[in-house]
C-alpha cells in the first residue's frame, strides 16, 4: 500500500508549507485515542510524515472535548491536523484483519489501549512485527506496559498528581494545584514523537538493520523528568520541595507583579547580574551591596524583602512604563498573557506562533503554528483535522482493493 498525503497540497502558499518535511516517506498508523498518542502523530505530521487516523466508527471521543463551532471540535481541527481519517472496529475479526493489512506497509504503529488489549485481538507487537519486521510500535499508557499499576485506568491529571507536579504547585498554604490543560499529555506527546525519530534512525542504521522496535511510553515518566532534580535532592539531603507560590527556591525576585493599570507581569532573576540590574532599577542598590545577595539561594530566602521592593515599583508605574525600562536596563520581564493578548503580541504575530490554516469545514481558523523551527527542512500544517470517515475511500477501495459499501453495511467501518 502507498497513500499519498490529501492531495499533497498544502493549505497556503508559502515556500515553508510547501516544503514537504524531513520525515517525508515515513508512514504512521495513528490507532490512539484523545491527546497524548495523537500529539505525537501530530508532531510527525507537522514535519511530514503520512498520518492515517484510525477511529472507531463513532469517532474518536476528542472530536467532542471542549469548544465546538457549527458541530466542529476545535481542538480536533489542531490535533488531527495532517492525518487522513478513516473509520475502523478493531473489535470485529475483520476490522483486525484489515489493521494488519494496513500495517505491512507502514513505518510506525501508534496506540495507547490498555496493555493486553491489543493481544487480546492479536494485534500485539509480537504478531504485527512477523508481518512487518521494520514496525516501530509506540505504545503510550497511564504507567507503561509493566509493573503494579499497568492496568489501572489513566489520564494525564494522575501523572501530574503522582509526578510531584501538583505537591509543588499553588501557594505555599494553598491545596496542591492541578494544571487546567493536559500537561503531562503534551510532555508525553512530545516525549513520543522523540522516542519515534530515535528508533526510526536506529532501524536505518546499520546497527538496527532494519529492525523495528516497541517503545514503552507512559504518561508519568516523561513528566517525573521534567521537574528538576527533586529525586536526587531527596536521595542525597533528604529534601522534599514543597509550594511556594509563584516564587522559586533557586532564585530571586522571581514572582509576578501588578502594575499601576492592573496588569500583572513575571519576572525572572536567574542570573545574579540580572538580579543586579532589577533591585538598581527599584532604588534598592543597596541590597546589591548585602554579602548574601550574590547566592541566588540566599537571595531566594530573602524573597520577601526583595519583593516588596520591586512590587512597590511595578504597583507605582503603569505597564507600558514597567516594560520600557526593564528593557532599558537589560532584566528579564514579560506580560501575563491571556489568549486574546497573546494573540495580538507583535512578536507572535512576527514570528506567526499562531497561524491561519484553511479549513473545509470553518474557513479560515487560528491555530499553534509548529513547535520547532527547521530552517533547511521546515514541516507544514497542511490541512486540519477533517471529518469522520472522510479518507474511507481512498485507503480501503483505492489502496486496499476492498468493498466499501460491503464494509460498512457490516459495520466494520
Request: hydrophobic share 40%; proline share 7%; net charge negative.
Amino acid at each position: 500500500m502507498s497513500v499519498n498525503p490529501h492531495d499533497d497540497t498544502p493549505t497556503a502558499s508559502s515556500p515553508r508549507e510547501a516544503n514537504r518535511g524531513p520525515l517525508h516517506g515515513v508512514r504512521v498508523l495513528d490507532i490512539s485515542t484523545v491527546y497524548a498518542a495523537p500529539i505525537t502523530a501530530m508532531l510527525l505530521g507537522d514535519f511530514g510524515a503520512e498520518v492515517i487516523k484510525v477511529e472507531h466508527p463513532t469517532g474518536d471521543p476528542a472530536r467532542s472535548h471542549g469548544a465546538n463551532k457549527d458541530g466542529h471540535g476545535l481542538w480536533w481541527k489542531v490535533i488531527a491536523r495532517n492525518k487522513k481519517c478513516i473509520t475502523l472496529d478493531l473489535g470485529t475479526p475483520e476490522g483486525q484483519q484489515i489493521l494488519r493489512d494496513l500495517v505491512v506497509d507502514v513505518d510506525v504503529l501508534v496506540e495507547n489501549f490498555r496493555p493486553g488489549v491489543l493481544e487480546k485481538w492479536g494485534l500485539g507487537p509480537d504478531r504485527l512485527m512477523l508481518l512487518n519486521p521494520g514496525l516501530i510500535a509506540l505504545r503510550v499508557t497511564g504507567f507503561g506496559q509493566d509493573g503494579p499499576y499497568a492496568q489501572r485506568r489513566a489520564f494525564g491529571t494522575l501523572a501530574e498528581a503522582m509526578s510531584g507536579f501538583a505537591h509543588q504547585t499553588g501557594e505555599e498554604d494553598g491545596p496542591p494545584t492541578l494544571p487546567p490543560f493536559g500537561l503531562a499529555d503534551g510532555v508525553a506527546g512530545i516525549t513520543g514523537a522523540f522516542g519515534v525519530v530515535t528508533a526510526l534512525l536506529h532501524r536505518n542504521s546499520p546497527e538496527g538493520n532494519g529492525q523495528g522496535q516497541v517503545i514503552d511510553l507512559s504518561l508519568l515518566e516523561p513528566l517525573v523528568g521534567i521537574l528538576g532534580p527533586g529525586p536526587t535532592a531527596f536521595d542525597q539531603l533528604g529534601a522534599i520541595a514543597g509550594r511556594q507560590g509563584n516564587r522559586s527556591p533557586n532564585n530571586a525576585p522571581r514572582n509576578t507583579y501588578l502594575t499601576k493599570d492592573d496588569r500583572w507581569v513575571a519576572i525572572s532573576a536567574s542570573a545574579t547580574s540580572v538580579a543586579e540590574r532589577v533591585m538598581r532599577l527599584v532604588g534598592r542598590a543597596d541590597l546589591v551591596e548585602q554579602p548574601w545577595f550574590a547566592s541566588a539561594g540566599e537571595r531566594s530566602r530573602n524573597g520577601d524583602l526583595l519583593d516588596e521592593s520591586v512590587g512597590k515599583w511595578i504597583a507605582a508605574r503603569p505597564f507600558d512604563e514597567v516594560v520600557t525600562e526593564f528593557e532599558r536596563v537589560g532584566a528579564a520581564l514579560a506580560p501575563i498573557y491571556d489568549v486574546e493578548q497573546l494573540m495580538n503580541d507583535p512578536h507572535v504575530r512576527a514570528r506567526d506562533v499562531i497561524t491561519t490554516v484553511d479549513d473545509e469545514d470553518l474557513g479560515p481558523i487560528a491555530m499553534q503554528n509548529l513547535m520547532v523551527r527547521m530552517l533547511g527542512t521546515p514541516g507544514a500544517i497542511r490541512f486540519p483535522g477533517r471529518r469522520l470517515g472522510q479518507d474511507n475511500t481512498q485507503i480501503y477501495r483505492d489502496a486496499l482493493g476492498l468493498n466499501i459499501e460491503a464494509l460498512q453495511d457490516r459495520g466494520v467501518i
